[in-house]
């Protein structure tokens, strides 16, 4: 499943990223992982093989089999139509189709490209080089606690997601916090609870009350009892709910309050299936409280999370994980080529 | 900053809509427009033909698509509307973009309508009510919500269960949520199979004389073979009346897979729509209900109880093509004012009695009981919406409630005689509200604005603006807008 990596290996662009990674311990973690994982995993789909044999549904949806796309004589009208829906039913938008069919039509010309094969090969080149933007691994500072807050709207996956990473972090040796700062919804905080108890790790929980309170209470406990990562998780809310939107932007000025550095880290967590308004959320949110970072969360479905390719045209934001299960390790580095190869990789 | 505290901004906003409706060079991103446009390119054809309506076709596939209707549904879809619109109905018009969206829109309508819906609960009792989705969909809090209209509705004893022994403290979600929503909880725990809390709940729902048993489950993914095998055992076993498919109305093209499958596994009865109070246009609705032929029956909007609606084709339809849900709106409107005390004030308007302090709160609290200006916003087409908000600068209802405070630490005297309030008094007010004496400034101004504007209002009030509001979907139905569309 790794195979790319040594092929890509040679290439300048991964080069740069391990120089990069290995200035900073943390990020070296991330890209190593992967390198390390055959191992341990082999036995396990990747994710990648579970976006592949999602993919294979949406064959059967579609009748018409990818590979036998792209195993056609000619390039023809039919093939260009056939590469759009691949496209718009990966959720790309019609934007962001358009736009890598256009560069495709024009490549075409340009490059001369007669075979389907080396067409293909064209459109998830272009599709990479349009999302590699958007990879890049999350690095943790020097600074001390390291807060991180955590937003989305409901249902996206926020509550896991932080089980999920501070697990992540915590196998990086790190000492992690949370905070429970979803004091809206139901069991919210026991939900949170629970997963602290599973990692071991402390909650900082109020009975209700006021987010912003519990946060910047979690943060002053965690620099009395020197914790590393302060995960700060808020309830979940849509766009439109301006009062919560205000809300939500008086929790990060608080965190201002408490460490006048952070919050160095604010991901927005997106629901894969979510269609062409994740592109609007990220725009919300932005806007509330300076969105550095997305986690996407249920690849592990059969919804290819293409609006990343919107995401890039529109609003990029760096994809700093995916979650691709829901088992407690299933969270992992965002990485263009993989992703690109799992939504045109024909599964043999 | 400004304008933040500018409680008129609703007013504002209302009027700007006025003046929006009648100008329909701002309706841009409309499809309406867009077809128009297609059309302008057809200039000396006289009639629409096979050949040249594929144009206008590809702008409506656009249209859908942008929505999130999945692409096998649109490419249906897009067929039928071609076989109709090649009909009587579009050639022979003199407006065919007008009428072509026409068809679409009542197409649409179509499809996700004509079926009684609402929940079917005839059934020897208990009535069981099985809740699947994904991960995420909204099924614990649809489960709250429809338990509460069941029980105040229709008067059911009603009584349910997490078969969620997965997340962690799902039990726990479901627990207090059936609190509030005042419905019986039956509890059980994440070391339980599924199948034996099921029986567990359906023996007590039987021995207590329950009505209704709602069973909640996990989310979990339709490639999920194993959760996919426990709930098909799940409905095996209880039979169930009512298997509703719970779906985040956000939802992009994978949305047909997931129906697909889950309708393969289980046999669905109904789809419930959650978080359309977002800005997602729902074309996720469409997909769904073309690829399991099942019926839409409710659609959850906020995250409170009460925000529970029947599903209204129409509205939906408007919401997918852009054109915004300006019956909610109106409805909203109803809802929120009290229509007694709408009319005393129009009476004590008239009377020649000013428009005072209690008068101004009263009107913030009317548009506070509508859900917030945040709430009202949303409900406008995209463009009303965006336009709307721009004439409010950030409109917040914060805002509102700061308002609400500086009225409050007012004396009843101060607040029918606004006059009275001089610098002394204004220190007072704003140390009891807690602001700085500007805001009390501001405060005071806004109110003798609004006191101006009261005036050329001969009936004054929320009524008429709520006529002023229906007046608009006139206007637009007439004025170039969209004519033909069913309301």
């Known amino acids: ?348 | 900053m400004e304008f933040t505290l500018r409680s008129d901004a609703f007013f504002v906003a209302i009027r700007r809509i006025h003046s929006f409706a009648n100008d329909p060079t701002t309706m841009l991103d409309n499809l309406t427009q867009r077809l128009a446009s297609v059309v302008k390119n057809l200039r000396g054809q006289a009639r629409l033909t096979e050949d040249n309506i594929s144009d206008m076709l590809r702008e409506v596939r656009m249209a859908l698509l942008e929505a999130d209707v999945a692409l096998p549904v649109v490419k249906d879809f897009i067929a039928k509307v071609k076989e109709r619109a090649l009909g009587q109905e579009v050639i022979g018009s003199l407006t065919p973009g007008q009428a072509l969206v026409g068809v679409v829109h009542r197409e649409l309508a179509d499809l996700m309508g004509g079926q009684i819906n609402g929940l079917n609960l005839a059934t020897q009792p208990p009535a069981i009510i099985l809740m699947a989705g994904l991960q995420g969909a909204g099924k614990t809090t649809t489960t709250g919500k429809l338990g509460k209209w069941l029980k105040e509705r229709q008067k059911k004893k009603i009584l349910a269960v997490s078969c969620d022994v997965y997340r962690p403290a799902a039990i726990e979600q479901l627990k207090a949520v059936s609190a509030q929503a005042g419905i019986d909880f039956f509890p059980s725990t994440s070391d339980q199979k599924p199948a034996d809390i099921a029986a567990a709940a359906l023996l007590h729902a039987k021995n207590h004389y329950y009505d209704v048993l709602f069973v909640d489950t996990a989310g979990r993914l339709a490639i999920d073979d194993v959760l996919m095998a426990e709930i098909r055992q799940l409905h095996a076993q209880l039979q169930p009346i009512e298997t509703l498919f719970v779906v985040d109305a956000m939802l992009g093209q994978d949305a047909v897979n997931t129906a697909k499958a889950f309708n393969d596994a289980l046999p669905l009865t109904g789809i419930i729509l959650t978080k359309l109070d977002g800005d997602s246009r729902g074309g996720a609705a469409l997909s769904v209900r073309h690829v399991t032929g099942k019926p839409l029956k409710f659609a959850g909007v906020g995250e409170k109880l009460t925000g529970l609606e029947e599903f209204h084709p129409e509205r939906m339809a408007s919401r997918i093509l852009g054109m915004g849900d300006i019956l909610g709106l109106v409805e909203d409107a109803q809802r929120g004012v009290d229509q007694d005390k709408a009319q005393a004030f129009a009476k004590k308007l008239k009377s020649g009695k000013g428009f005072d302090l209690n008068d101004f709160k009263e009107q913030i609290g009317q548009v506070r009981n509508m859900g917030g200006l945040g709430s009202l916003l949303d409900k406008l087409p995209a463009q009303f919406g965006a336009l709307a908000q721009q004439a409010g600068g950030q409109v917040e209802d914060k805002a509102i409630r700061r308002i609400e405070g500086i009225i409050n630490s007012m004396t009843p005297t101060e607040r029918t005689k606004p006059e009275l309030i001089k610098a002394s008094r204004k220190r007072r007010i704003a140390t009891g509200a807690g602001v700085p004496v500007q805001e009390v400034n501001r405060l005071l101004n806004q109110f003798e604005q609004t006191q101006k504007m009261m005036k050329q209002f001969t009936k004054g009030g929320m009524s008429k603006m709520m006529r002023g509001m229906k007046g608009l979907m006139g206007g637009m139905g007439g004025g170039g807008g969209f004519p033909g569309l069913p309301r």
């Not at chain 1, 991964?14 to 943390?26: G, K, Q, R």
């Not at chain 1, 939500?248 to 201002?256: C, F, L, N, P, S």
């Not at chain 1, 894969?272 to 959320?281: K, L, R, V, Y």
Request: aromatic fraction near 6%; glycine fraction near 6%.
């Open chain 1, 1 to 348: 499943m790794f195979g790319f990596l040594k092929k890509k290996d040679e290439t300048e662009k991964v080069d740069a990223v391990s120089e990069n990674a290995d200035a900073f311990p943390l990020a070296s973690g991330f890209v190593s992982a992967p390198a390390d994982a055959p191992s341990g995993e082999s036995n396990k789909p990747s994710w990648r093989d579970r976006l592949k044999a999602g993919l294979a549904k949406t064959r059967t949806t579609l009748n018409t089999p990818v590979s036998e796309l792209f195993t056609r004589a000619k390039i023809d009208d039919e093939l260009l139509e056939d590469l759009e829906s691949i496209l718009l039913m990966a959720d790309c938008g019609v934007d962001a189709t358009q736009w890598l069919l256009a560069e495709l039509k024009a490549r075409v010309k340009r490059d001369r490209i007669e075979s389907p094969t080396a067409l293909r090969a064209t459109l998830a080149e272009l599709l990479t080089t349009m999302l590699q933007p958007l990879e890049e691994p999350l690095l943790i500072t020097e600074h001390k606690p390291f807060i991180i807050m955590i937003a989305g709207v409901n249902g996206a996956g926020k509550t896991t997601s932080i089980g999920k990473l501070a697990k992540y972090f915590q196998s990086q040796g790190k000492s992690v916090l949370l905070a429970a700062g979803d004091t809206f919804r139901a069991a919210a905080r026991e939900q949170l609870t629970a997963w602290g108890e599973r990692n071991n790790v402390t909650v900082i929980a109020q009975e209700s009350g006021d987010p912003a309170a519990v946060v910047f209470d979690a943060i002053s406990a965690a620099r009395a009892r020197n914790i590393d990562i302060v995960l700060a998780d808020t309830a979940g809310r849509l766009p439109t709910q301006l009062n919560l939107m205000e809300e939500i932007a008086k929790v990060r000025r608080v965190i201002q309050k408490a460490d006048p550095s952070g919050p160095h880290e604010v991901l927005l967590v997106l629901d894969a299936n979510i269609g062409q308004n994740a592109i609007q959320q990220v725009k919300a949110f932005d806007k509330s409280i300076n969105v550095t970072g997305l986690v996407v969360t249920k690849l592990d479905g059969t919804a290819k999370g293409g609006v990343l390719a919107a995401i890039a045209r529109q609003c990029p934001k760096p994809v700093r994980f995916i979650g691709v299960g829901e088992g407690i390790d299933d969270l992992q580095p965002f990485r263009a080529v993989e992703y690109v190869d799992a939504i045109f990789e024909t599964g043999q």
